[in-house]
């Protein structure tokens, strides 16, 4: 079974930077696409980004190149960086695992992550 773990959420005010990580344990990263959710109070959990097992990067949101995706499969890590966050950016940031390739249905990821909270405000 492979457990997810996430972590790097915090509270920045607006225009502030962040990095997530999502680091994995109990089997191989590398044999899984990941992706990156997130849901704000009252909404649903909508796609961020996904990165394949090579690395090929796939953005969901209209973030205007504000959220880059990138994998370490060495650390077992796979990292968000966020950059120039907005107060809607606000919401809890969840790393997902599924096999193949990249999906913005969430039902196509078989593990998550509990998820790690980010807070956008002055």
């Known amino acids: 079974q492979l457990q997810l773990v996430e972590s790097g959420g915090d509270l920045v005010q607006p225009g502030g930077s962040l990095r997530l990580s999502c680091t994995a344990s109990?089997?191989?990263?590398?044999?899984?696409?990941i992706g990156w959710f997130r849901q704000a109070p009252g909404k649903e959990r909508e796609g961020v980004s996904c990165?394949?097992?090579?690395?090929?990067?796939t953005a969901y949101l209209d973030s205007k190149g504000r959220f880059t995706i990138s994998r370490d499969n060495a650390s077992e890590t796979v990292y968000l960086q966020m950059s120039s966050l907005k107060p809607e950016d606000t919401a809890v940031y969840h790393c997902?695992?599924?096999?193949?390739?990249?999906?913005?249905?969430?039902?196509?990821?078989?593990?998550w992550g509990q998820g790690t909270q980010v807070t956008v405000s002055s």
């Open positions: 997902a695992a599924r096999r193949i390739w990249c999906s913005n249905n969430r039902n196509d990821y078989i593990y």
């Open positions: 109990g089997l191989t990263l590398d044999y899984y696409v």
């Open positions: 990165i394949s097992r090579r690395g090929e990067s």
